[in-house]
């Protein structure tokens, strides 16, 4: 009875954290009072006492507060007591980690993390390993962001390589070498990748596709762009 009491109250307290209705200020409470309850009857090291860390990391990263720094450390540290430093879901917090500190200013960190989060998965999987395609997307995103092209194409260039399956990541890599080259005035290289975005997307979802509309206006725009640059000279 009491252990089905405890459960009843920590969901609750967990819901209540992830209704969009409330504040944020309210979410943050009901997640740290699940936290609480957790910690006193799971212990810290409970796989349950971290998911519920995970949302109240979720929760502060939301409004731009740097504890959510802290509390997916905690997360990470954890899990590698529990599942281990090589384990898909350790990786997988600390890739999370890492996209938070890029985007809360922590930019050459998160960067870095990032990196050493593709070679563990190129240890569990092997080098080429395609499950890393999307990670090799989100770094190259990152070196975009911060002015670095040779990196981010090379991010760019070894996400399409490794996305074999994957056609999501076909076509964001292609997006994104198409808005990489348009950046560094290679307009007419930009048109022809955009190009084959549009091309896989309309073979993939079809011309009325949301994603193919937006592709389509991707083209639109590099044409535009290779056009007045021309103009220019």
Do not use: W
């Not at 990263?61 to 959510?68: D, E, I, L, P, T």
């Not at 593709?118 to 962001?145: F, H, Q, W």
């Amino acid at each position: 009875m009491v252990r089905r009491t405890f459960r009843l109250r920590t969901f609750s307290y967990l819901s209540l954290s992830h209704r969009r209705t409330h504040t944020h200020t309210h979410r943050f409470t009901n997640a740290h009072r699940a936290l609480t309850l957790l910690y006193n009857v799971c212990g810290a090291s409970h796989v349950q006492t971290v998911r519920c860390m995970e949302i109240l990391a979720d929760i502060t990263f939301r409004v731009g507060n740097k504890n959510a720094l802290l509390h997916q450390r905690h997360v990470v540290e954890i899990l590698e007591r529990l599942r281990g430093v090589n384990h898909f879901e350790t990786i997988q917090a600390r890739v999370k980690l890492a996209l938070m500190m890029f985007t809360l200013e922590e930019k050459k960190q998160g960067i870095e993390l990032l990196l050493q989060c593709v070679r563990a998965m190129d240890i569990i999987g092997g080098v080429g390993n395609p499950e890393t395609s999307m990670l090799y997307l989100k770094l190259g995103k990152m070196y975009r962001s911060v002015f670095q092209p040779t990196m981010a194409h090379r991010c760019f260039s070894e996400a399409l390589r490794r996305a074999v399956y994957d056609r999501d990541v076909q076509i964001q890599a292609h997006r994104e070498l198409a808005l990489l080259n348009s950046d560094t005035g290679h307009h007419s290289q930009a048109l022809k990748i955009q190009k084959r975005a549009y091309e896989l997307c309309n073979f993939y979802y079809g011309p009325k596709h949301a994603m193919t509309e937006q592709s389509k206006a991707f083209y639109k725009a590099m044409t535009k762009r290779l056009v007045d640059s021309r103009a220019l000279k």
